[in-house]
Nanobody, 120 residues
Framework: VQLVESGGGLVQAGGSLRLSCAASTSTFSINAMGWYRQAPGKERELVAAIASGTGNTIYSDSVKGRFTLSSNAKNTMSLQMNSLKSEDTAVYYC???????????????WGQGTQVTVSS
């Protein structure tokens, strides 16, 4: 699975950014897609995720009400980030949980990451 990310950059606190990710695969079945982030000196954490079948979404408590994850086309998703705070500064990684049933169980696939910097 190849994951191509776009968006990110530098924004002032209170501003907005939009991240997008497109997954390309001809053999894997994608169960879910999501965004993780990793700030310097911290562990990678889940930001938001969406289930491919149901479209159900989950968010970390720290971004609820500010970030919105959506998918308007198969194997694509966008993360709209509003009211950004300095603590949102991190490298954001696109993630897809995909496998090739029944022989290959689903596992994590990762994008290269995109930097989001929020200046206060």
């Amino acid at each position: 699975v190849q994951l191509v990310e776009s968006g990110g950059g530098l924004v002032q606190a209170g501003g907005s950014l939009r991240l997008s990710c497109a997954a390309s695969t001809s053999t894997f079945s994608i169960n879910a897609m999501g965004w993780y982030r990793q700030a310097p000196g911290k562990e990678r954490e889940l930001v938001a995720a969406i289930a491919s079948g149901t479209g159900n979404t989950i968010y970390s408590d720290s971004v609820k009400g500010r970030f919105t994850l959506s998918s308007n086309a198969k194997n694509t998703m966008s993360l709209q980030m509003n009211s950004l705070k300095s603590e949102d500064t991190a490298v954001y990684y696109c993630n897809a949980v995909a496998g090739r049933p029944p022989s290959v169980p689903a596992y994590d696939h990762w994008g290269q990451g995109t930097q989001v910097t929020v200046s206060s």
